[in-house]
């Protein structure tokens, strides 16, 4: 069975840090460009970063550029998300999915679930 399921959201202050977790099972992840997502309450879900599977090329959407860092680790089926210096517009549900690719220099993310396979989300609250 594919799945994805997603880690280490929770409640943090602003300026904290958070390490998110895409673990992998039922396929090899490292064959497959991934992608984390968020939508926060009443607004649309966006692509956040992107990281691909040969190369290991990152993207960063303008938001995040400087404080996230995407990651993988093929050995441990997972791909890593860690969030710093956080702050409360970054409250949202967080989802990895195989959902972006990269060609001739351009990412594209595919946030409305209708390609790839995705995780079931993790909660990131970001509030003093």
């Known amino acids: 069975q594919v799945q994805l399921v997603e880690s280490g959201g929770g409640l943090v202050q602003p300026g904290g840090s958070l390490r998110l977790s895409c673990a992998a099972s039922g396929f090899t992840l490292g064959y497959y460009n991934v992608g984390w997502f968020r939508q926060a309450p009443g607004k649309e879900r966006e692509g956040v970063s992107c990281?691909?599977?040969?190369?290991?090329?990152?993207y960063y959407a303008d938001s995040v550029k400087g404080r996230f860092t995407i990651t993988r680790d093929n050995g441990k089926n997972t791909v890593y998300l860690q969030m710093n210096s956080l702050k409360p517009e970054d409250t949202a549900v967080y989802y990895c999915?195989?959902?972006?690719?990269?060609?001739?220099?351009?990412?594209?993310?595919?946030?409305?679930?209708?390609?790839?396979?995705w995780g079931q989300g993790t909660q990131v609250t970001v509030s003093s």
């Open positions: 999915a195989t959902a972006c690719t990269y060609y001739s220099g351009t990412y594209t993310l595919y946030p409305k679930g209708d390609f790839g396979s």
């Open positions: 990281i691909t599977s040969s190369d290991v090329r990152t």
